[in-house]
């Protein structure tokens, strides 16, 4: 049994090793020729103005996360949707069951007022 | 499962439960509403539980006269560790519904008694509204009485052994203020606790070892091993026995635990009657009679037993002889009278023992209550407040005419005890003569001359108390006290006379109904025994009379007639053998010495030191624990790597 | 279509509709009148009981694609969690109130989490049991932060959801390497390949392991249980009482069923770590413990530690012989700490004051005086959780260290009696506070609170007089084992 382990041992090793390797290889092999415009951070080709760290507005994310949520799940109604004509009758009502969920959902998004932007 | 799995013949057994439960009954009742009801609702509902108790005991009686064999009445399992397996349940068999009957019966009357009583004595202490409590305490007694009664293993009887103790505790010091310095009452509870701890330790170990050799505490299961373990291994049920003894002779107050017991008069008259001399010091004479098996068993342990109870009663005896407190001298003399009835039970006459106790129960709770009501009535009439001590025999003299009903009731009581026929403690007292005589000559003699000074102390006390003149204004002015008082005398004084009918010689109604949960030997009846006991008796009044009656003491200040007959030796029975002195000094002063040095020594140098180191060392655990808490979640997992990695690591090295 | 699913989820699913139906049914609740929400989830929680113990007669069985198991252990388990959910009520209405947090979405929440706590005793099947802990624990994550605008509850909220989520994934891991050892999820499953198919052992212990160490988060067992004294701090004081009770039992529902169900022949293997993990959590528990000057800090501490009993009861899980003491006394445990903590944390709510102070040792004294029945009770629950006969907590230690050593563990019984002593120091010194310092402590009027605090403080007392009647009841309510 202990030799066993040990494979997960030497794998771990390797693991750590391997990265480690490359990181270490291209430092040790890489030219280096340091510049400022190569030091600076590259932000899709043009000079970032003013702080990095600004706020959004929450709302942003709420949006964006409805969005996601009830886009994700609709991806599930497809497959229900094509079957609709073989499935079981239980498939039906669970597939009615799960609309009547994202519906509740989306009843409460709209009572607190997360869909009108402030 | 409650009150289910009864296994019976007779549904009355049913009922049993409610012996206990009715007077826990009264207490919650009497908790909760008992200060809104008043006196006489609180009264009320208290005499109501004891009266329905008595009446489930009767219905219990009856049945078991149809099926004498009795029943087991599951209440609930109690507990069930290992191979122990304990429940709490009654035994209902002759024996015990007994004691509930006496304990009921007396209970009650007293209970009445006490109603008139403490409405007197709470308003004399100017504290009315402890009235309630009283009759709280009194009914948890009754409750806690008859779950030791009515038990069917020795751990439930161990709780209800408690149960009586802390009642005992809590009603002595019913007026904790009160006594010596303001101290005296509860120094006296104290020292009854304390007291009875030491039999109560002893009759735990006995518990014990009992666990440990038959692997139960059920009487029947016990009971039934008892020969095979002595064959095995006596020495096992001889410690048993000695070590329950230790039990008894704290509990029923015998040598050399019986110092609680005149203490213990410090509580309300109607406690020393119910709990100091009608029931629960009878606690372990029962306790021996319902152990009969083992003692069987033991011979060694029974003879420790008679010769403990013979030795206890001669010496009360003397002891009572020079007392001058009303209640001091019942009370020795219930010590005394406890050791006739332990004597009883450690000769294998238990029957006989039994009897003791039950007519025990009618003329000692008679005189305690007569007592009570001569100690009333003096309060009652001191109007100027002069009197110092309403219980010293001194003040009174000449209340035969004043209060009539308690002077013949007293007098009913003192002959009953004495044993002059054909009252209820000839017969009894009897039974016991004969079976000493039959054992050895020696204890017969004892117990011979322990009679002789019962009937004494008991003439010296009439004399003191009723004839003569009165010896201060408050004894000069008392009057008789109203029925509630004086009905329970009456009825107790009956009891007192013809309690005898229980076990009439040639009948024996007694001995046919408790062979159903005893071994009995017959008792007999012999002539000559009862003649010389008679003679005794005779003798022990004359000398009395020409002591005490002839020429009755005439002021209170007056020396004993005895005093100058027998000098030191009055004095000597005057300081009650000094046996508190001497324990005291044996073991009180003593323990107090070691106290001393080990909390300031020992405890607070060593012990407090070690505490401290070892409180220091887990402090600074503690901090080291908590300081890897820095609130970073970056930490925590770092933390929670490390310990999957320390799973693993283990995982891949062992 | 399984119809023996249905029957086993009734309950679950019924409360989870009525979860869902409050959440909507309380936006037209007008704020001043939260209290209505709170009766609606009481009520959803008491029919669910209804429910459940109405299926007290069912045989134990599985669903034919042995996803869930309805046997006396779950039930049994089920009671517990519907009654935590309620008292989790209880404590909630008024605190709600006091600390200006109305919102209704609390009692929602909560009846989703007890959902997924009943789910967790009825899952037979790895997925299902993932799914019963992110069904429990994802509400959780919302109510530590339902005191929103102050930062401790935002904090405990994100510790909570971060740390959380990184022992999902171990949980899922370990799933994953079980299933690739034995290509099972199901439990019976999983026990029949270890006995009869080649199982590579290798990467069955990690997924084992792997395992572990995600529920050990979730009862928060040393090294894992970083996360607990920061949450339960900064969640607020009814959901940490919610969460120290009902989602320790939870955990310990689950790890119970796994270990004793699925793993058996592992427990070569396993015994020994859970060893370590029960002594390490009892000690550091409640030696951490001493040093607390916050009581919220102190009891989650004391929770830590309690979860180190618990792990004690299962450490002899693979003996078969003791396989019923084990299941009794987990059970047994999991009630008097239930009735111990709920109560314990009830107090707390009634002391804590709007802005969040009153949790301080020092706000306990003076209270024996001012509020003798509050201080009574307390002082019942700090002797049962010290373990001090006449209260439940004794009876739980006792049964929990006669497994321990029955199961032949006699030292880790005695690293438990150790610890147990330790702990006295701790929780007699709130008794110290509230009889002995001098002092005016404030009490919210809150008759909710004190209802349940003292109800508890009874339950407490009282059921230790029959001990025997609750160990039947959980000794009976056996695990159905493949």
């Known amino acids: 049994m202990p030799s066993e382990w040990i494979y997960i041992g030497i794998f771990s090793l390797i693991a750590l090793a391997l990265p480690a390797a490359a990181i270490l290889m291209a430092g040790v092999l890489g030219p280096k020729k340091p510049n400022p415009i190569k030091n600076s951070t590259y932000e899709c080709g043009i000079e970032t103005t003013g702080e990095t760290w600004v706020q959004f507005r929450p709302q942003y994310y709420i949006f964006g996360l409805l969005f996601l949520i009830f886009d994700v799940e609709t991806v599930f109604l497809f497959p229900w949707a094509v079957g609709y004509r073989v499935l079981p009758l239980f498939a039906v009502i669970e597939g009615i069951v799960f609309i009547l969920i994202l519906l509740g959902g989306l009843l409460y998004a709209w009572r607190v007022g997360a869909l009108s932007w402030q | ?654 | 279509m399984n119809s023996d699913l249905l029957t086993i989820l009734l309950p679950t699913l019924a409360l989870t509709g009525w979860a869902l139906l409050l959440l909507l049914v309380d936006l037209w609740i007008p704020r001043e009148h939260k209290g209505i929400t709170a009766v609606l989830a009481a009520a959803g929680l008491a029919a669910a009981l209804g429910l459940t113990l109405s299926q007290g007669r069912l045989p134990a069985m599985t669903d034919s694609t042995v996803m869930v198991i309805s046997d006396g252990y779950a039930l049994f388990l089920d009671v517990l969690f519907l009654a935590s959910g309620l008292a989790g009520v209880a404590l909630a209405h008024e605190y709600l109130k006091r600390a200006n947090i109305a919102n209704g979405e609390y009692y929602a929440l909560l009846l989703f989490s007890v959902a997924g706590m009943m789910l967790m005793a009825h899952a037979y099947n790895l997925i299902l049991i993932f799914l019963a802990l992110e069904l429990l624990s994802i509400p959780l994550y919302i109510l530590s932060g339902i005191n929103r605008p102050r930062l401790e509850s935002e904090e405990s909220a994100l510790k909570y959801f971060l740390l959380g989520a990184f022992s999902s994934g171990f949980v899922l891991y370990g799933t994953a390497l079980i299933y690739g050892a034995t290509a099972r999820t199901d439990l019976p499953g999983i026990f029949a390949a270890l006995q009869s198919a080649p199982v590579n052992p290798v990467i069955f212990i990690l997924g084992a392991v792997l395992l572990l160490v995600g529920l050990a988060y979730k009862v928060s067992a040393v090294p894992f249980h970083m996360w607990t004294p920061d949450v339960y701090e900064g969640a607020p004081t009814p959901v940490t009482g919610f969460m120290a009770v009902a989602v320790k039992a939870a955990g310990f529902a689950v790890l119970g069923r796994i270990l004793m169900a699925a793993f058996p022949t592992v427990g070569k293997d396993l015994t020994p770590i859970l060893w370590a993990l029960a002594a390490l959590t009892m000690l550091v528990g409640n030696l951490a413990a001493i040093t607390q000057k916050s009581i919220k800090r102190m009891l989650a501490y004391s929770s830590i530690a309690h979860a180190g009993y618990l792990l004690m009861a299962l450490v002899p899980f693979s003996n078969r012989l003791v396989n019923s003491d084990v299941q009794a006394s987990l059970l047994f445990y999991l009630v008097a700490y239930a009735l111990t903590g709920l109560g314990a944390w009830a107090v707390v709510t009634a002391l804590e004051k709007q802005n969040g102070d009153g949790l301080k040792l020092e706000d306990y004294a003076g209270l024996g005086k001012s509020h003798p029945w509050l201080a009574l009770a307390m002082t019942v629950f700090m002797l049962s959780f010290t373990g001090i006969p006449l209260t439940l907590g004794f009876w739980g230690k006792f049964y929990l260290f006669r497994t321990a050593i029955e199961g032949g563990f006699t030292l880790l019984a005695v690293i438990g009696v150790v610890t147990s002593l330790i702990s006295a120091y701790y929780y007699l010194r709130v008794l110290m506070y509230m009889y002995m310092r001098a002092g005016s402590p404030s009490v919210e009027r809150a008759p909710w609170l004190q209802v349940t605090a003292v109800a508890a403080a009874l339950a407490v007392v009282l059921i230790s007089f029959i001990p025997n009647v609750l160990l039947n009841l959980a000794g009976n309510s056996l695990l159905l084992l493949p």
């Open chain 2, 1 to 654: 499962m409650l009150l289910s799995e009864v296994s019976l013949h007779d549904p009355v057994f049913r009922l049993a439960p409610l012996v206990i439960f009715l007077p826990l009954a009264g207490v919650i009742l009497n908790l909760l509403i008992g200060r809104r009801l008043g006196e006489l609702g609180a009264g009320l509902i208290a005499c109501l539980a004891g009266a329905g108790a008595f009446a489930v005991s009767a219905a219990l009686a009856f049945g078991l006269k149809s099926s004498p064999e009795g029943a087991i009445v599951l209440i609930w399992r109690w507990f069930q560790v290992g191979n122990l397996d304990l429940n709490w349940s009654l035994k209902v068999d002759t024996l015990s519904v007994t004691m509930m009957l006496v304990v009921s019966g007396v209970g009650t009357l007293i209970h009445i008694y006490a109603t008139r009583y403490m409405h007197s004595d709470v308003r004399h202490h100017h504290e009315p509204g402890r009235y309630t409590r009283f009759f709280v305490f009194f009914n948890l007694f009754l409750a806690a009485m008859m779950v030791l009664v009515s038990a069917d293993n020795f751990l439930m009887l161990f709780v209800g052994w408690e149960g009586v103790g802390l009642c005992s505790y809590l009603l002595i010091g019913f007026w904790f203020e009160g006594g010596e310095g303001g101290l005296g009452n509860a120094r006296a509870a104290k020292k009854a606790f304390v007291v009875n701890r030491i039999g109560d330790f002893g009759l735990l170990i006995a518990i014990f070892i009992m666990l440990g050799a038959f692997g139960s505490l059920e009487f029947s299961r016990v009971f039934a091993a008892a020969p095979a373990v002595t064959a095995t291994a006596p020495g096992v049920v001889l410690a048993i026995t000695l070590f329950m003894l230790l039990g008894v002779t704290g509990k029923s107050a015998q040598l050399p635990l019986f110092v609680w017991l005149p203490d213990a008069m410090a509580g309300p008259t109607p406690v020393s009657a119910l709990i100091h001399a009608a029931t629960m010091v009878t606690a372990g004479v029962y306790l021996v009679a319902r152990s009969q098996p083992l003692f069987v068993q033991a011979p060694l342990a029974a003879d420790v037993v008679l010769w403990v109870g013979a030795i206890t009663a001669l010496f009360a005896g003397t002891i009572a002889v020079g007392q001058y407190d009303i209640k001091k001298v019942l009370a020795y003399s219930t010590i005394s009278q406890l050791g006739f009835m332990v004597a009883a039970v450690g000769m294998g006459a238990v029957v006989a023992g039994m009897f003791h106790l039950i007519t025990h129960a009618f003329f000692k709770a008679l005189l305690f209550l007569a007592a009570g009501s001569v100690i009333l009535a003096l309060e009652e009439a001191d109007h100027g407040h002069d009197l110092q001590d309403a219980q010293d025999m001194r003040v009174m003299g000449g209340l035969r005419s004043r209060l009539p009903v308690t002077f013949w009731t007293f007098l009913i009581g003192a002959l009953a005890l004495s044993g002059l026929v054909p009252l209820a403690g000839f017969f009894s007292k009897d039974e016991i003569l004969v079976a000493a005589q039959q054992k050895s000559p020696a204890v017969f003699i004892i117990l011979l001359a322990a009679a002789f000074l019962t009937a004494f102390y008991m003439a010296r006390q009439v004399f003191l108390v009723f004839f003569g003149r009165p010896r201060s204004g408050a004894a000069e002015h008392a009057r008789e006290n109203p029925p509630l008082i004086t009905v329970p005398l009456i009825a107790l004084a009956l009891l007192s006379i013809f309690g005898g009918v229980l076990n009439l010689p040639g009948v024996h109604t007694l001995e046919h109904w408790l062979e159903h949960s005893l071994n009995v030997t017959p008792a007999k009846f012999v002539l000559w025994i009862a003649l010389v006991s008679l003679a005794v008796l005779a003798a022990a009044v004359t000398l009395a009379w020409l002591l005490y009656g002839r020429k009755p003491r005439a002021t209170a200040r007056e020396a004993d007639p005895l005093a100058a007959r027998l000098g030191g030796l009055y004095r000597a029975l005057e300081a009650r053998w000094k046996v508190d002195e001497f324990y005291s000094w044996l073991v009180v002063r003593p323990f107090e010495r070691a106290a001393e040095f080990l909390s300031s020594i020992f405890d607070l140098k060593l012990i407090n030191g070690l505490g401290d180191g070892l409180g220091a060392l887990v402090q600074s655990l503690s901090t080291a624990a908590s300081r890897i808490q820095n609130g970073f979640v970056r930490s925590y997992t770092l933390v929670f790597l490390v310990g999957v990695t320390a799973i693993l690591a283990y995982l891949l090295l062992r």
